[in-house]
């Protein structure tokens, strides 16, 4: 059975930083593109962040670029997410996702579009101005 565990939300000021992390158990951890989508009162899921099975290839969203790094350590079975700069239109409910895409090169650019496999649970980011 495939579980996705993230951790590390919480309350934050505003300029703050916090680290998101995400354990996965259940499957082939170092085969799986892995994913942060993030989800806030009233509306839709919104695409994070991405990172290729070998951490070689990395996607943002528009609204996180240059303040968010997504990581991952294969040994361990987990994928990091590295917040800085927080600001209040980052509140939102954090999920980490997986799929099963060993893609390469280009290949890896699809990874904020497809459709993820397996999903956490979510943890709780609140940031306060």
């Known amino acids: 059975q495939v579980q996705l565990a993230e951790s590390g939300g919480g309350l934050v000021q505003a300029g703050g930083s916090l680290r998101l992390s995400c354990a996965a158990s259940g499957l082939t951890f170092s085969s799986y593109a892995m994913a942060w989508f993030r989800q806030a009162p009233g509306k839709e899921r919104a695409f994070v962040a991405a990172?290729?099975?070998?951490?070689?290839?990395?996607y943002y969203g528009d609204s996180v670029k240059g303040r968010f790094t997504m990581s991952r350590d294969n040994a361990k079975n987990t994928v990091y997410l590295q917040m800085n700069s927080l600001k209040p239109e980052d509140t939102a409910v954090y999920y980490c996702?997986?799929?099963?895409?060993?893609?390469?090169?280009?290949?890896?650019?699809?990874?904020?579009?497809?459709?993820?496999?397996?999903w956490g649970q979510g943890t709780q980011v609140t940031v306060s101005s």
């Open positions: 996702a997986a799929d099963g895409n060993y893609c390469s090169g280009y290949g890896c650019s699809v990874l904020p579009y497809v459709r993820y496999d397996y």
């Open positions: 990172i290729s099975w070998d951490g070689v290839h990395t």
